[in-house]
């Protein structure tokens, strides 16, 4: 097993098996609640919960977001969550095919097309490997070895800092996203891992000719934490136990960017765990809500543990829209839907 393959292995052990969550920043969906509609003047039936981002339809605006690929388990893992994702209508991104770059020989541990032949799938790289002899060529390999709709390119600087020998050089980062947003033939989506995208950023990477923003806020898991369990020397641990909490709010990410652009496809993540976290985060300015640890969680289980959990998601979702007098997902940002606690 490679270095990387063995930290693909890792981070699904500590995800599971660890407390790896921010203890003290919280995702920001604790601060507002919705107005209970007591008579919401709908049937359950009249509620619809479809939508479509980057121009691909969706039953639901949920994202199975990046987690895994490049073992076995992996495989196992991705395999569930592509089946599910197909069932239900709803997006799915993989985990960095970085792995599947450096060894062709685990590429299948991430292709998952022929289980999900409709679903908006995204492929995923690191955005720090550019600076690592990484280029269009390894990104169109990327998505081309899972026919996919869009390309994140995921920004993880902290994650990078605690992981031992990670890759911490991103200067110049900005000018090669450029480039590969304008040679790239899909979309190229934004994505940190826990520790939040600003306004100011995400206006430098939507010039840079990104196509969508993925907040992945802090609040929910903590790669600073994960690399901290899995780190060999105390230095690295430290950092990791330093910097467990660092980050900005998924609900700051989210209201700051769409205040700062009204158009930008947005995705909310970091720290969802339920169908309401969903109706809050769309409510908030979100195009699409992603989770990645119940789906994990359930998937490490079986499909059928998986299908159930996204069925309650769905439940949940469509309870939130009806018990707040909404039809469709976007009513609930209508005046009056959704208040701050005080």
């Known amino acids: 097993m490679s270095n990387t393959q063995s930290r693909k292995a890792d981070h699904i052990r500590v995800c599971l098996e660890d407390d790896v969550q921010f203890h003290t920043t919280r995702t920001g969906l604790e601060r507002y609640r919705f107005t209970h509609c007591c008579l919401p003047e709908l049937d359950w039936s009249d509620i619809n919960l479809k939508t479509s981002f980057l121009g691909k339809p969706l039953q639901a605006p949920l994202l199975i977001s990046s987690m895994t690929g490049g073992t076995d388990q992996a495989k196992l893992i991705n395999q569930r969550l592509a089946a599910i994702a197909q069932k239900f209508g709803i997006a799915m991104g993989v985990g960095s095919q970085r792995v599947a770059i450096e060894r062709p020989d685990v590429v299948d541990t991430f292709s998952v097309r022929s289980l999900a032949p409709d679903i908006l799938l995204f492929a995923n790289l690191g955005a720090v490997q550019l600076n690592y002899d990484y280029g269009l060529d390894e990104c169109l390999k990327a998505v081309d070895s899972l026919a ?6 995921h920004i993880n600087p902290l994650q990078e800092c605690v992981q031992s020998n990670g890759d911490k050089n991103f200067r110049g ?23 939040g995208i600003s306004a100011v950023m995400a206006q430098m990477l939507l010039e840079a000719g990104v196509s969508a923003i993925d907040v992945a806020g802090a609040g929910g898991t903590s790669w600073a934490r994960v690399e901290g369990e899995r780190a060999k020397d105390a230095k690295q641990r430290r950092l990791g136990q330093t910097f467990a ?15 700062m652009s ?4 947005l995705i909310a993540s970091g720290g969802l765990r339920n169908g309401l976290d969903v109706a809050k985060a769309i409510a908030l300015g979100a195009d699409l809500a992603g989770m990645a640890l119940p789906f994990l969680q359930a998937a490490a289980e079986s499909e059928a543990t998986l299908a159930e959990l996204t069925d309650i998601l769905f439940a949940e979702l469509t309870t939130a829209l009806f018990c707040a007098g909404c039809k469709t997902p976007l009513e609930l940002r209508n005046p009056g839907v959704l208040e701050a606690i005080a």
């Open 262 to 265: 009204t158009t930008v496809p």
């Open 148 to 153: 996919a709709d869009a390309l994140i390119l």
């Open 245 to 259: 909490n660092w980050g900005l709010p998924t609900v700051d990410c989210i209201q700051s960017i769409r205040a």
């Open 173 to 195: 980062l900005l000018a090669k996203i450029a480039t590969l947003c304008q040679t790239l033939p899909v979309p190229v989506i934004a994505k940190e891992v826990g520790n």
